[in-house]
């Protein structure tokens, strides 16, 4: 059954003060739950319905999670909301394009298994994803009843970020997916994000009620093969909303400087104590960050990642001036004056 007011589908103030209240009677609000090549599926207060888009919108253009206004009478988009917040990555080979994953989200449900999958070079991946988004990072474990010491697992996740929420759960068992509950409950809207084969789609049949295709995973290499193929919004039992998203096969860093700046903040607080205001932490003399490592007080994998996601994000954002290159570019040419007469 479909919620009947726009706060359970997780409308705010933050769309309410970009209407006026007779827009809201005249293009009602709809909630884009899926995207396709020329046309969404949305839900509403009177239920789910299918909107056209206007030539000037492009599918590219939209998230599932978007809000949008409406024309109830020609059945299509008339206007994006201004979003809260959104989850993007670049993508291989675009440019400066990024792919939107969804859109208005309040928690970030970053999946994993306690086997070969779990990769803390990964997750801090998402974690830098979620904090850059202004979204809260909830990390999953799954399969805890298939490994040997399931807290050596907690453990390390809990070491990724001071604070950082780390639920243990069996994907298959309701009683152990409602410690979820407080993420996607009435009003509140979380993501899936994870490789293929950690347990999304089983969490998400869990949650909904929805049953979506599910594979194993190789045994070889604890790898699973994809089983979501698109983004979709879903209502869950305990009354908010649920976002699945395909496995991503990799996540690249681009204006992510403050996630990566959160999760290394110890690195960070070291480097202040350098000798060199510029020290790159390789060779240099007095560096407090190699110092640490050479105590046993630092493990050298996290500067590594660390330099490396530093290095990825800077040279895949954009400045200002590349911006206003980009857009200049993408302008249609003027046409030529009119030759003036003699």
Known sequence: MSPVTLDALGWSEHFASQLEVDAILMTPPARISDVHRARVEAKTVDGDVELDLPMEIRSGDLAVGDWVLSDPVESRVVAALERRNVLRRRTVASGHRHQLIAANVDALLIVSSCNDDFNPARLERYLALAISSEIEPVLVLTKADMAEDANTYRHRAENLLPNLKVIVVNARDGASLAQLSPWVGLGRTAALVGSSGVGKSTIMNGLTGIESATQGIRESDSKGRHTTTARSLRLTHAGGWLID?????????????????????????????????????????????????????LDEGRLLRWLKLQEENQG?????????????????????????RR
Do not use: Y
């Open 245 to 297: 998203t395909p496995g991503m096969r990799s996540l690249t860093m681009s204006e992510n400087a403050e996630g990566i700046d959160v999760i290394f903040a110890d690195l960070i607080d070291l480097a202040a104590s350098c000798k060199f205001s510029d020290c790159k932490h390789q060779t240099e003399p007095g560096c407090a960050i190699r110092g640490a490592i050479k105590k046993g007080e």
């Open 316 to 340: 895949n954002t954009e400045t200002p001036d590349e911006v206003r290159g980009r857009a200049r570019a993408s302008r249609p040419p003027k046409s030529p004056p009119s030759a003036k």
